[in-house]
Nanobody
Framework: QVQLVESGGGLVQAGGSLRLSCAAS????????MRWYRQAPGLQRELVAA???????HYLDSVKGRFTISRDNAKNAVYLQMNSLKPEDTAVYTC????????????????WGKGTLVTVSS
């Protein structure tokens, strides 16, 4: 069993910063891609940022230059540093990881956190 626990959400004024954390625990052999998604009320979930096992990063156009995704492989953790926050960044942010639970688990599986709410006031 694998669990993902997120932290770091909250209320912040426009222009402020927040840092989200997500730590995976349980039976883990290898973590591949790690991602942050978000879903605002009434909107579809969207992929905000992703980081591969070798550290390549990808971002949603609207957050480029403001958000930074990083990972700590020793801690099985992924982070999202969010700067210059805007009201339109308000959403529930959820981490997602693709991992292999042991060496025989060739294809691996996706696991999801429960989400953390980020509210940006104007």
């Amino acid at each position: 069993q694998v669990q993902l626990v997120e932290s770091g959400g909250g209320l912040v004024q426009a222009g402020g910063s927040l840092r989200l954390s997500c730590a995976a625990s349980g039976t883990i052999f290898k973590i591949n891609d790690m991602r942050w998604y978000r879903q605002a009320p009434g909107l579809q979930r969207e992929l905000v940022a992703a980081i591969t096992s070798v550290g390549d990063t990808h971002y949603l156009d609207s957050v480029k230059g403001r958000f930074t995704i990083s990972r700590d492989n020793a801690k099985n953790a992924v982070y999202l540093q969010m700067n210059s926050l805007k009201p339109e960044d308000t959403a529930v942010y959820t981490c997602n990881v693709h991992l292999q639970s042991d060496w025989r688990d060739y294809y691996g599986m996706d696991y999801w956190g429960k989400g953390t709410l980020v509210t940006v006031s104007s």
